[in-house]
């Protein structure tokens, strides 16, 4: 090994000398360009009244492509100062079953091949080869190359950490990825984002980052299962794989909300791409509807189901996530068709224009918005009429046909017929506007009638890849009216057991449902939480196919007190201890906005420095941060505290969720607080923490 050891230390030190060379080349070739740019800028103001005009567009075009050239070149400049810091972070032998030669390849973000030798000094983690790094143990092995299946053996693994252009170890590994290497990752503090894991990408993740078969692909995976990891992986692969007909223009993220986009924003670039536009169910409906139809967000909704025990608001979200409800909302469509349509009989110059004429041509036209249809029946009816009689119609007998035609159709607007939609299936007491505006169960179920029976601007139609994120939470509809938008391939990810309204939520098969041929996976591994954390929420909310880290670290603690001002001292005390900790982040989770809005307030009265995170915050950050589980959700923090687990608080299903998702942020440390009577969902882990001795009656 130390042999090895030696060996491996002066191929770095070559490979850094290398990419130096390169690095030098790339700079020498830039400062070329910059003369030769500014020398043909000279020369363009010094005989500009010599050139004559095709001089000048020549001179531009030529200057045009220098600069396209170095940006080509400031590109590759910036991606070998980048694999300077760590070349790669791998490396395996392979021996071909067709070639009687081994060779060694190391992986790293980006490929590096010598410009003076071509030399491959790196490979592409995403290259074709490197899968076997992450799906095979030393033994036989092979991988799908664009020529067809390969064959050999692996004969080393090798894991390095190389940082700032020195190793800090090197590791052999036979069995996968070490586990060794994976727990030190894990066990890290959080930092200022999510994290790329391309050096420790287990062997069903990569495979579902590498697949590029499915048209859609819907991954189920439990808290912590690198579900959003791997699915900007996943998009980074097919960049790479595609990348002369998909660029990140043409991705697009649907993510709950500012804070998450901001914390998963830095992914993309970690891994030499640039960030995917991101946009927010909300912002989706908004650029549909128009500004005039105002209606309330998500997050409102969930407050509201928080903050009241509202039974029939209750029932009026069920009902719309209902798959029967998307039935019915295609069912009122084809009736609207049928009805909205009255034929008529009428004369021009004398001869008849039969009704039938008019509703063949109709029923012919039903892929065209209202307005369209409408223009284009008057025009086929016209050029029927006009060859049935041979005869050519003046401009005032057209205009009587498309007036007869403008009559047939019976016009409502769409407000009006999504309001009679409920009379026609017998529960008008569903739709309740509050102030004019709409309820957000109703956003779009509205938007996909209109789909149905006007047609809609669609406007992402450049869209190649569609990503949803915390699938859980869109209802069949909003499936639908994706499914509709976004004729393209999809990756659709969630956990059915996250879900912050559990009246709206959607499982895998239901989502199956509405996209029709669409793949499921299922990740059940749990990455993110300690063993004592996970095992603590999984008594929370049960899950016989959960399957835990094996990193340990301190029992979750659960302190009772007696009053909020005790609350607020221990926690005021916990962020001293985190502080004074190396850990980065801290969470503190109220159940609800105007709970987390409080207890900040308290907390700042006491001295606490924290930062409050709300519906419309823009930006995720490390520190002490006060939010909701919902808001909360998808992201990580070293540590969670919560600040008010009672029964009191914790005590019906929805609040079991939030509770289930609150306590599976925490990657080291979880502590709960309860002011009184601990939650009814708690009453499982009391048994351990006896044993344990962790919970503190204060
Ligand atoms: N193969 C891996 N190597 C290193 N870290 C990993 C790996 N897989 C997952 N992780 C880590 O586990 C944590 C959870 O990942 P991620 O947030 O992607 O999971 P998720 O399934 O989307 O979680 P949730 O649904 O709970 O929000 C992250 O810190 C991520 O870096």
Not at 474 to 485: C, E, F, G, K
Not at 506 to 532: C, D, M
Request: charged share 30%; glycine share 6%; hydrophobic share 40%.
């Amino acid at each position: 090994m130390t042999l090895d050891k030696d060996l491996e230390t002066r191929r770095l030190t070559d490979c850094l000398a290398r990419i130096d060379v390169n690095l030098g080349q790339i700079g020498a070739r830039l400062s070329d360009y910059q003369r030769d740019i500014q020398a043909a800028h000279d020369h363009m103001w010094e005989a500009r009244r010599d050139m004559d005009h095709l001089d000048k567009v020549a001179m531009r075009q030529s200057i045009d492509q220098m600069m396209r050239s170095s940006d080509v070149l400031r590109a590759q400049a910036k991606k070998l100062a980048k694999l300077r810091k760590s070349p790669y972070f791998g490396r395996f032998d392979f021996r071909r079953q067709d070639r009687n030669e081994t060779g060694s390849y190391y992986i790293g973000i980006h490929d590096f091949r010598d410009e003076d030798t071509q030399e491959p000094w790196v490979y592409d983690w995403r290259a074709p080869v490197s899968s076997l790094f992450y799906d095979f143990e030393t033994g036989p092995a092979r991988y799908e190359a664009p020529s067809g299946t390969i064959p050999g053996d692996l004969t080393l693994k090798r894991q390095f950490r190389i940082r700032d252009g020195a190793m800090e170890f090197m590791l052999d590994v036979s069995v996968n990825i070490v586990d060794d290497v994976l727990q030190e990752e894990l066990a890290r503090a959080s930092d200022d984002g999510m994290k790329n894991i391309v050096a420790t990408i287990q062997r069903d993740q990569n495979a579902i980052i590498r697949d590029a078969e499915a048209h859609t692909l819907i991954i189920q995976g439990v808290a912590g299962s690198g579900k959003t990891s791997i699915a900007l992986h996943r998009i980074a692969f097919l960049l790479y794989r595609f990348k002369d007909t998909l660029s990140s223009a043409d991705i697009l993220i649907i993510s709950p909300n500012r804070v998450f986009a901001d914390y998963i924003g830095n992914v993309l670039p970690e891994l030499g791409e640039e960030t995917v536009p991101e946009i927010g169910m909300e912002t989706l409906a908004a650029q549909i509807l128009g500004p005039k139809i105002r209606f309330q967000s998500f997050f409102e909704q969930t407050a509201r189901l928080l903050d009241s025990d509202d039974q029939a608001m209750k029932e009026r979200i069920r009902a719309k996530a209902a798959p029967e409800f998307l039935r019915q909302i295609e069912a009122y469509a084809r009736h609207l068709e049928k009805t909205s349509f009255a034929p008529e009989d009428i004369v021009v110059r004398k001869r008849p224009l039969p009704g039938f004429v008019f509703e063949t041509t109709w029923g012919r036209l039903g892929q065209l918005d209202l307005a369209e249809r409408i223009v284009a029946m008057g025009n086929s009816v016209i050029e029927q009429f006009e060859a049935q009689y041979n005869v050519e119609l003046r401009k005032e007998e057209r205009a009587v046909i498309r007036k007869a035609a403008r009559g047939m159709v019976k016009r409502t607007t769409l407000r009006k017929a999504y309001r009679e939609f409920f009379d026609w299936i017998g529960r008008p007491e569903l739709f309740q506007p509050v102030g004019g505006r709409l309820e957000y169960a109703d956003v779009f179920p509205l938007i996909y009638l209109r789909m149905l029976t006007e047609g809609v601007e669609n406007p992402h139609a450049g869209v190649k890849h569609l990503l949803v994120d915390e699938m859980q939470d869109y209802t069949p509809v909003q499936y639908a009216v994706l499914a509709r938008l976004f004729k393209c391939r999809k990756t659709i990810l969630g956990d059915a057991t996250q879900s912050v309204n559990p009246y709206s939520a959607s499982t895998p098969e239901r989502i199956e449902a509405v996209l029709e041929g669409a793949w499921r996976v299922t990740l059940n591994k749990s990455y993110r939480s300690t063993w004592q954390i996970m095992q603590f929420a999984l008594k929370i909310a049960p899950n016989p196919d959960l399957v835990a880290m094996e990193r340990h670290g301190p029992d979750p603690d659960l302190a009772v007190v007696g009053t909020q001002k005790d609350a607020v001292a221990r926690i005021a005390k916990a962020v001293r201890d985190f502080r004074a900790s190396d850990h980065t982040s801290l969470a503190v989770l109220a159940k609800t906005q105007a709970q987390a809005t409080r207890l900040h307030g308290a907390l700042t009265d006491a001295g606490v420095d924290a930062r409050l995170l709300e519906e419309g915050s823009a930006g995720f950050s490390t520190g002490v941060v006060v939010c909701t589980p919902h808001l909360a959700k998808g992201l990580e923090f070293d540590r969670v505290i919560i600040p008010d687990a009672s029964d009191a608080v914790f005590s019906t299903e929805m609040d079991r969720n939030l509770l289930y998702v609150a306590c599976t942020r925490a990657m080291h440390q979880l502590s709960l607080i309860s002011v009184g009577a601990p939650s009814r969902f708690l009453e499982a882990t009391e048994g351990d923490r006896a044993r344990n001795g962790t919970r503190q009656a204060v």
